[in-house]
């Protein structure tokens, strides 16, 4: 019975290491894409880019099919997050300036969405939350579908929706960081904290 039980911690902490290792490996791609945009390597940009998007998807299907739910992921997991999209801007300058200037309303709109909630969330708790609210979720799949439409095909609706939507985003986890006294990790929304004290 103990070699079994051994066997399953081990293989719980073997698949927490790969779910952390996943967020991981999306902050390596961050200074790793910003070297190929300054160096005009479009399609190796390009590459990298859409490998972070994709551990991100899979990191997140990995912590659901095994619930391994932890802090350090949790926190792991968001600064992977921060680091992919708040490298985005300037690598597309780089590669498609154009673009990035005919749309830098939106670009900076979403910029300061993404950035303001983290800082203020940073400057209450001194710590960097993982709230991985609904809204946040949906606005990351809107915007992985619609930078790349922009930049490639230069397809900008569906880039402007997104970051507008990044409004919605930012006053669900603003709201979270006011009502709640401590840091917090997969709240799934305002609506959430809201009805706990009704609950207790």
Known sequence: MRIARDATASLAEARLHAANALSAARIACAPL???LAWRGATAAFVAVFALAL???????????????????GA???????FAL?????????????ATLAREAWFVALAFACMLLPTAIAYCKYRAVPGYHTWSVKIGAIAMGVAAPLLLLFDVAWPFRAAALFQVVCAIDELGITLLSPVCRNDVGSVLHVLREPRRS
Do not use: K
């Open 33 to 35: 894409g910003l070297v």
């Open 54 to 72: 994709l551990t991100d998807v899979l990191d997140g299907i990995v912590a659901r099919r095994f619930q391994l739910v932890s802090e350090s």
């Open 75 to 81: 926190r792991l997991d968001q600064w992977g997050d």
């Open 85 to 97: 999209w708040a490298s985005l801007p300037l690598a597309a300058w780089w590669l498609w300036p």
